[in-house]
């Protein structure tokens, strides 16, 4: 659960930083996120369940909102010129095809599930941030010069 606290809270530092200091797609993609994370927590409270019984089986919800993100994220890629928005796809790409490892009841250990799932979500919140960063200081250099 600690885990889940600090996803948010980064979730939420990120998505306030690219919407003060980010382009649109920095904003678009931190929005995707705090969507994703946001949709889980409304899974949460309407069910009372975080997700499925376990990973030992295909996390339908996740996987469904995985393909949602990589299709938004992927038609944010395509349509801004910014290198890290295709690392961010590449990433949630990961999240998608644990899922279809799954489904395709290939040997994939739960745990290994868990983490192809999880991480990316880490990873791409990670790199929304650096491109807002990046965004920033290359509006901001151009600003003073």
């Not at 938004?72 to 949630?92: E, G, K, M, P």
Request: proline letters at 3%; hydrophobic letters at 55%; a positive charge.
């Amino acid at each position: 659960m600690t885990r889940f606290f600090i996803q948010v809270a980064l979730t939420l530092a990120v998505l306030a930083f690219a919407w003060s200091r980010g382009g649109r797609p920095e904003r678009y993609v931190a929005t995707i996120y705090f969507l994703l994370v946001s949709s889980g927590i409304a899974r949460w409270l309407a069910t009372g369940q975080w997700s499925q019984e376990g990973y030992g089986e295909l996390q339908i919800f996740r996987f469904v909102a995985d393909i949602v993100a990589l299709v938004a994220v992927t038609a944010v890629a395509l349509s801004f010129d910014r290198w890290w928005t295709l690392w961010v796809s590449s990433a949630q790409f990961i999240a998608v095809v644990s899922h279809l490892l799954r489904a395709a009841n290939l040997p994939l250990e739960p745990i290994v599930y868990a983490i192809m799932e999880r991480w990316p979500v880490w990873l791409a919140l990670i790199i929304t941030g650096l491109g807002t960063l990046a965004h920033y200081r290359r509006m901001k250099s151009t600003v003073t010069t």
